[in-house]
């Protein structure tokens, strides 16, 4: 192994260990309300074209880091956008005959009966 390849295993070591406090937090507490889901997409897009393009290079460093870096950001991503999803289908009190689903706009009660009313109860 060269001194290069060494730096590369070295930096890529350290940026991929960072994430895992994240991680580790997110996945045991569930708690996403501080995670920004438009930040971490694009990580997790970046860090898949990294992945990509280390395999067309075959840079080890960059196809080891990237390999687990989609693992924990993707967790975090995939934890953070299903609680907020989770949390848009609820509201804390519907009235009689209301239902929402977590597809559907939450400043808008839908009726059973099909009828929408405009603005939040």
Avoid: H
Wanted: aromatic share 10%.
């Amino acid at each position: 192994m060269t001194q290069t390849e060494i730096i590369g295993f070295a930096a890529a070591s350290l940026t991929t260990l960072s994430f895992v406090p994240q991680a580790y937090l997110v996945i045991r507490t569930k708690r996403t309300s501080g995670i920004s889901l438009l930040m971490y997409s694009f990580y997790v897009i970046g860090v898949s074209l990294w992945l990509t393009y280390g395999i067309l290079t075959g840079a080890k460093p960059i196809i080891a880091s990237n390999s687990v870096t989609i693992v924990l950001a993707g967790s975090i991503l995939f934890i953070a956008a299903s609680e907020r999803w989770k949390r848009r289908g609820t509201l804390k009190a519907r009235p009689p005959g209301v239902t929402l689903t977590p597809f559907q706009n939450p400043d808008i009660i839908y009726y059973q009966d099909g009828g929408l009313k405009e603005g939040r109860k």
